[in-house]
């Protein structure tokens, strides 16, 4: 299971003070207000390599606004376009009944209700109603399954395990 998620990416500089724009890839950016500390990585890393303290939130558009500690000026902020920001697990958004965090879903296993064995999720398509996983397959085309619960029998994060039912013509498409 992944450690961190990533909530963001600094997008440019903000104001003369060292504010920073953040793109949210979040489902609720709200959840910014809440931080104290975000974790970072560098431009194409998945490594954190440290955090700042979040001194000021605010939006503008689909756009979050940070002010860290420590950084005060506009020459400073352009220094950080391009970092991820990432949260631990532990500050991640509390999970609803019969939800999951995609993060634990990629490189699930996958076996049919029947017992097939199907392959891996290798990629998570967002559509808008709903995800659809991308699942790998040896010597086939990958098999795009509707995370629906006509779909998804059972996912066991425990067992890293994802059983579904193949409703006529997904092995088609």
């Not at 990585?41 to 979050?64: M, N, T």
């Not at 002010?67 to 352009?78: I, K, L, M, Q, S």
């Not at 967002?126 to 995800?131: V, Y």
């Amino acid at each position: 299971m992944e450690a961190y998620f990533r909530i963001g990416v600094i997008t440019s500089a903000h104001g003369i003070r060292g504010g920073v724009k953040v793109f949210p890839v979040t489902e609720d950016p709200e959840r910014f207000r809440k931080l104290d500390e975000v974790l970072y990585s560098l431009p194409g890393q998945d490594r954190i390599e440290g955090s700042y303290k979040v001194r000021r939130v605010a939006f503008q558009k689909q756009l979050v606004l940070l002010e860290f500690e420590g950084v005060c000026d506009r020459n400073t902020a352009e220094t950080l376009k391009g970092r991820q920001l990432w949260v631990s697990r532990e500050d991640a958004l509390p999970l609803g009944e019969r939800e999951y965090y995609l993060a634990d879903v990629m490189g699930m296993k996958v076996v049919s209700d029947t017992g097939e064995e199907l392959g891996r999720v290798t990629d998570i398509l967002e559509t808008g109603s709903n995800e659809v996983f991308q699942v790998e397959q040896e010597a086939r085309k990958p098999l795009l399954i509707p995370s629906i619960p006509d779909c998804v029998v059972n996912m066991d994060f425990e067992q890293n395990l994802l059983t579904v039912h193949l409703l006529p013509g997904l092995r088609d498409l």
